[in-house]
């Protein structure tokens, strides 16, 4: 059996109650069978004697799905698998991973095992998300204007005002509709019938939405009738409700009538490249890079072959440092000079708002809670995961002793790297990176290794289950918050890996939000 901890039932708060010691035997959430099972290579549906279930055990919103597998060939499946690599392929949907030699642009592994949301556990999803995005929002508003959370000693004012993510060029600046975070992705894991925990906020530049829409649009080609049979939820409206809550935001100074609104791309060599240039396609906006504007008396144009056209809302998807070489980073060739001397002035939105990346830090994390409870007068609706900061001198001694029950992180770290998942790694690798924590302990943070929930996957030998996480996106205007009914779900492909990011080998699913 695959060894795990199981933490946190859903009335832990601190992360001392949830940090438990060595465990042995937990018993991981399936989503399909609803029991705990160990994950196996071998196909779920011939599971061992004891394990076996009949389908009246299944989940109810399962039911269908296990009839289907039950009742499809294996080989079938996989020539169903072949289909959809080569439609990813002809439409061009890859995720460039660099360094690692060959070619970089790889077609994202896609699963066609779709996983279910019922209605009601999307009802008390979304309720939390929401919640969650409304506080991370006063919290920006607040750090930029009053600080009165850091005055009511909330927040510890080092932790924002020394922190990278903090700007102060942004102090006081009044964004359109004060609204920072336009566009939000929260990471959720499950890890119980009822427990979803938040494993991080994406405030920042979040990527990943135009997956879970082509990824619809692929199960739609390879199987209508199974779509057709659960009533799923649609997404395919987010690009033209994306660019309504941008329009929404629309600077003060705009010219009359419709705004402009334009998509900043870093260019080509982006990882993320193909969906900056999914999402202008089916905004119906131009992409554009650094070079195609300039700033002329405080506003923004766009080189076009008629002449200077007037930009009112950049989505842009460059980071802050490299936004405008005249007040951050001068060396930067993608950004516009100017461009936030044009932002002061209240000519352009810039969507996400400059200096959200102090929401994004894993440290600021483990205060959500407490926003929620500052800003809103609220309980929190969705848990953290309990997590020690190694900048603590007890929290760093706990993670050095316990490095290999632990899931330690960067605390400005992405994408899967420079992480270390204590259970599956070696004394040496947790040496070494023990001496990193103690070089700059202040840079990592601790949690403990979740038994994150399973969803059934194709793999070699047939159906087996993987782990999984869930990223919803969300979006922010000037009528208040809004969901697209799903998300993107990784699944970390590897037999007994928890680790999801497609750049370490991780793929994704289909997310079926059930309309009853």
Same mark, same amino acid.
């Given at each position: ?49 004891e394990e076996v279930r009949s389908p009246e055990d299944v989940r109810a919103a399962y039911a269908e799905i296990r009839a289907w597998l039950t009742q499809t060939p294996h080989d079938r499946l996989h020539l169903k698998r072949r289909e959809a690599e080569v439609l990813f392929r002809r439409i061009g949907i890859t995720f460039a991973v660099y360094g690692e030699g060959g070619d970089p642009e790889r077609i994202l592994p896609f699963d066609l095992v779709p996983r279910i949301v019922t ?96 990824? +619809? %649009? ?5 199987? !209508?009738?199974?779509?057709? $049979?659960? #009533?799923?939820?649609? @997404?395919?409206?987010? *690009?033209?409700?994306? +660019? %309504? ?5 629309? !600077?003060?100074?705009?010219? $009359?009538? #419709?705004?402009?609104? @334009?998509?900043?791309? *870093? ?246 939000v059930l309309a009853r």
């Amino acid at each position: 059996m695959a060894r795990h901890l199981l933490v946190m039932p859903s009335n832990v708060n601190t992360a001392e109650d949830a940090l438990l010691s060595n465990a042995t035997d937990i018993r991981i959430f399936d989503e399909m069978n609803g029991w705990a099972t160990a994950e196996t290579d071998a196909p779920a549906e011939a599971s061992t004697p004891e394990e076996v279930r009949s389908p009246e055990d299944v989940r109810a919103a399962y039911a269908e799905i296990r009839a289907w597998l039950t009742q499809t060939p294996h080989d079938r499946l996989h020539l169903k698998r072949r289909e959809a690599e080569v439609l990813f392929r002809r439409i061009g949907i890859t995720f460039a991973v660099y360094g690692e030699g060959g070619d970089p642009e790889r077609i994202l592994p896609f699963d066609l095992v779709p996983r279910i949301v019922t209605g009601e556990e999307w009802s008390t999803l979304s309720r939390g998300l929401a919640q969650r995005v409304r506080a991370l929002n006063a919290f920006l508003t607040d750090v930029y204007h009053g600080q009165d959370i850091l005055k009511a000693g909330i927040i510890p004012p080092d932790l924002v005002l020394r922190n990278v993510g903090y700007l102060p060029q942004m102090q006081g600046l009044k964004v359109p509709g004060n609204v920072y975070t336009h566009i939000a992705g929260i990471d959720l894991v499950r890890t119980d019938e009822n427990d979803f925990f938040v494993l991080e906020d994406n405030v920042r530049t979040p990527s990943g939405v135009s997956y879970m829409l082509e990824n +619809r %649009d692929v199960m739609m080609r390879l199987f !209508p009738d199974l779509l057709s $049979a659960h #009533q799923v939820r649609p @997404v395919d409206h987010y *690009p033209s409700s994306l +660019r %309504d809550t941008l329009c929404s935001v629309a !600077p003060p100074n705009m010219a $009359a009538g #419709q705004p402009t609104v @334009v998509l900043l791309t *870093p260019g080509i060599y982006n990882s993320a490249y193909y969906e900056h240039t999914f999402l202008a396609d089916q905004m119906g906006v131009e992409l554009v890079e650094g070079p195609d504007l300039f700033v002329s008396e405080n506003k923004v144009f766009m080189r076009t072959t008629e002449g200077p056209k007037r930009v009112d809302i950049i989505y842009r998807r460059i980071d802050d440092a490299f936004l405008d070489p005249l007040v951050f980073r001068p060396d930067s060739q993608l950004g516009v000079p100017g461009l936030i001397d044009a932002y002061r002035a209240g000519n352009v939105t810039l969507a996400n708002a400059v200096g959200t990346g102090i929401a994004d830090d894993k440290m600021i994390y483990t205060f959500v809670p407490d926003m929620i409870r500052f800003y809103l007068g609220e309980e929190p609706l969705l848990n953290n995961v309990p997590t020690r900061w190694c900048g603590r001198n007890d929290d760093c001694r706990y993670v050095l002793e316990h490095l290999d029950e632990l899931v330690v992180k960067e605390v400005r770290g992405s994408g899967g790297y420079g992480m270390l998942v204590g259970p599956k790694s070696t004394r040496a690798e947790q040496a070494a990176y023990a001496e990193r924590i103690k070089a700059n302990p202040e840079d990592f943070i601790a949690q403990p290794t979740l038994a994150l929930s399973t969803c059934p996957t194709l793999v070699e030998e047939g159906v087996a289950p993987r782990h999984v996480d869930l990223r919803p996106f969300l979006l922010v205007g000037a009528n208040g918050v809004s969901l697209v009914p799903g998300g993107l779900t990784r699944v970390a492909l590897k037999q007994g890996s928890l680790v999801v990011n497609s750049s370490q080998g991780g793929g994704t699913k289909d997310t079926w939000v059930l309309a009853r």
